[in-house]
């Protein structure tokens, strides 16, 4: 008796807790958590209008609690639970919604059903799933657990939508499909069996009638000389449980405000007296079909114990890793959130020094700024151009103003080489640009890549932006630094090169100028050197030009290098610390605001761990007193 007490009342308890936590079967969606309400046993009340449903449901309790009236009475799934109390104790009613209230007028009790299903659809007549929890005590009920769900409609009345037939049909199947389901399938006697909604309904979801119980009421509303023997007897249409038959209160009873307790003596006189169905009398009545139930009941969830709690531990497990992929909560003291985004910083900090030295990719694409950008961009350089025979010609004689050089053109050199030197600024500027947006493109990543970091958006945001803002103060110097390296190279050339170039005979040393002197003695200063003069000064220029850009291709790597990549490693992230030491308690807890949506799945998935973790305890110690 313990055990099976125990039993049924375990399973009220972790009813009761899955509707706290929003679960009452028909979770659906990428989130859903497995459905602990499904796999739990219940028993369904089914049938249509006016079949008799609150009225078995009252004679099963022995109380008028139940709202009556036209139309669809029974808007929202109501959950039953009945507790067997002590002989001589005071019976009572509890709402799951008002657990602090305990209700001894049944009176009441009906008005806030119909109150609170009220609060839920509205007065508009809609229906809906979300169930209403009412625990009775009394020493009159056994143990026992029903879902008395609305009468299954052929047409919306007045009022109503025109899905409501559907609808009424659709919410009555999402209990009845449920394999944990047992179904209450009731059928007035006073109408055909074959045309009965509750059996329809239950030979689909159930062909086998392992999980239905039929209940055929009105057998004292039949007419005269027939009688409901071949249903009870299980001939018009066979299921695996025996059938009950039911004498409920009359509607004049109902208006005369008759006695439930007197009822059910009237209802056992009945099947005692009747010539009909006495030998059955002993299997007839509502509180026959309270005790069968009861212990039907208390045998399927036994036999569902260890499939519940496997499904538990699973669940258990899920959460679990669930909860650990999203991080455990944010701790609220100013040290214990600082330390956190310490952490996370040295998280973020490892990641980004894998993309540069390598384990991850990206650091590779800085070597090829050097390797393939630069040197193709100093290819590119417009020194042909700039060394044309025709431009030497103009810098070189215009250096020298009206007075022309003697021996060998040194201010032309010079203007010619200054000219060339200045082209060399823009690839040291574009390599330093381009290292610059590999870096700002691995911060990113490494931003994206650091798990721990996923859920706080505005710690992201704020690295992001502080590890950029620290880039770009890197990207300055290396500019700087690689400026003055192309500037350097201006400030003093390398003497040596020339001296070590061939030593060419200036003035008419050319043949042809030789005699063109001897035709006519020359006008122009630039006619007194040929072509041959201005394009060795060219091929010497070009030449130095060459050196210096080798040396460039080699010194600008090693500036941005130095001033970006060996900086970023070292310092990315200290601008960042120096900005978060000035910051009081209340604005470090704001850089680890989480998104809203995951603080939310966090915390259900805390419940529902809480849940399935006292659940599983439950069990534990109940399905093993046996
Ligand atoms: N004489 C007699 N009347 C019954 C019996 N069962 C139900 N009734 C009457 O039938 C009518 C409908 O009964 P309910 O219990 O309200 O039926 P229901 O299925 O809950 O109806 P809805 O909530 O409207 O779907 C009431 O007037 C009851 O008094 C019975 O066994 N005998």
């Excluded at 001589?88 to 009906?110: I, M, N, S």
């Excluded at 209990?175 to 069996?193: E, F, G, R």
């Excluded at 025709?390 to 003697?406: C, M, T, W």
């Excluded at 992001?464 to 803002?469: F, G, H, I, P, R």
Aim: charged letters at 25%; one cysteine or more.
């Amino acid at each position: 008796m313990t055990t099976m007490e125990s039993l049924i009342g375990l399973v009220n308890r972790i009813q009761r807790a899955c509707t706290v936590l929003g679960d009452y079967g028909g979770g659906t969606g990428d989130n859903a958590f497995n459905s602990l309400w499904e796999a739990l046993p219940t028993v369904a009340v089914v049938g249509g209008q006016s079949s008799g449903k609150s009225s078995v449901l009252e004679s099963i309790v022995g109380r008028d609690f139940l709202p009556r009236g036209s139309g669809i009475v029974t808007r929202r799934p109501l959950v039953l639970q009945l507790h067997k109390t002590e002989e001589g104790t005071e019976e009572y009613a509890e709402f799951l919604h008002l657990p602090k209230r305990q209700f001894t007028d049944f009176a009441l009790v009906r008005k806030e059903i119909q109150d609170e299903t009220d609060r839920i659809t509205g007065k508009s007549k809609q229906i809906s799933p979300v169930p209403i929890h009412l625990s009775i005590f009394s020493p009159n009920v056994v143990n026992l657990t029903l879902v008395d769900l609305p009468g299954l409609t052929k047409v919306a009345v007045e009022g109503q939508p025109e899905t409501i037939v559907e609808d009424i049909e659709s919410m009555v199947r999402t209990y009845v499909d449920k394999p944990n389901c047992i179904i209450l399938a009731i059928s007035p006697a006073n109408q055909d069996i074959a045309t009965s909604d509750a059996i329809k309904l239950a030979k689909e979801v159930d062909p086998t009638g392992e999980r239905t119980f039929g209940v055929l009421t009105k057998l004292d509303l039949m007419d005269k000389g027939t009688n409901a023997l071949d249903v009870l007897e299980g001939r018009s249409y066979r299921l695996q449980h025996p059938w009950v038959g039911i004498v409920n209160r009359s509607q004049a009873d109902i208006n005369r405000n008759a006695d439930m307790m007197l009822a059910r003596r009237k209802e056992r006189d009945y099947f005692d007296t009747s010539p009909d169905y006495g030998h059955l009398a002993s299997k007839m009545g509502s509180e026959y079909l309270a005790k069968l139930l009861s212990k039907h009941l208390e045998s399927v969830i036994r036999s569902r114990i260890p499939s519940i709690l496997s499904l538990i531990n699973k669940s258990i497990d899920e959460l679990e890793r669930e909860l650990d992929k999203m991080g455990r909560p944010v701790a609220v003291d100013a040290g214990a959130q600082l330390y956190t985004i310490l952490e996370m910083c040295r998280a973020f900090d490892k990641v980004f020094k894998e993309h540069l030295d390598g384990g991850r990719p990206g650091g590779d694409r800085i070597y090829g700024v050097f390797d393939n950008q630069l040197p193709a961009a100093l290819k590119k350089l417009p020194f042909d151009r700039h060394l044309s025979l025709q431009s030497v010609k103009r810098i070189v004689s215009e250096a020298d103003g009206y007075q022309p050089h003697l021996i060998a053109p040194e201010q032309g050199y010079r203007r010619l080489i200054e000219g060339a030197l200045g082209y060399f600024r823009g690839p040291a500027e574009a390599s330093v640009d381009a290292v610059h947006f590999v870096l700002k493109e691995l911060v990113r990543k490494s931003i994206a890549e650091t798990q721990d970091l996923k859920r706080f958006p505005s710690l992201q945001a704020e690295l992001a932006a502080a590890a950029n803002t620290s880039l770009e103060k890197f990207r300055e110097e290396s500019k700087k630094s690689v400026i003055r390296l192309v500037e350097m190279e201006s400030a003093y050339l390398t003497a040596e090169f020339f001296r070590k170039l061939p030593q060419e005979m200036e003035r008419p040393a050319i043949t042809n100028s030789k005699n063109q002197t001897a035709a006519s003695p020359s006008p122009a200063t630039q006619d007194q050197y040929g072509e041959g003069h201005f394009r060795r000064i060219a091929s010497n220029v070009s030449a130095y030009v060459s050196m210096v850009s080798d040396t460039l291709r080699n010194t600008i790597p090693k500036a941005c290098v130095y001033c970006q990549v060996r900086q970023a490693k070292l310092a990315l992230l200290n601008y960042f610390y120096s900005q978060i030491s000035k910051r009081e308690g209340k604005q470090l807890g704001e850089l680890l605001d989480e998104d809203p949506a995951l603080m939310g799945r966090r915390l259900e998935c805390a419940q529902r761990l809480e849940l399935y973790k006292k659940a599983r305890d439950e069990i534990d110690a109940v399905a093993w007193v046996r």
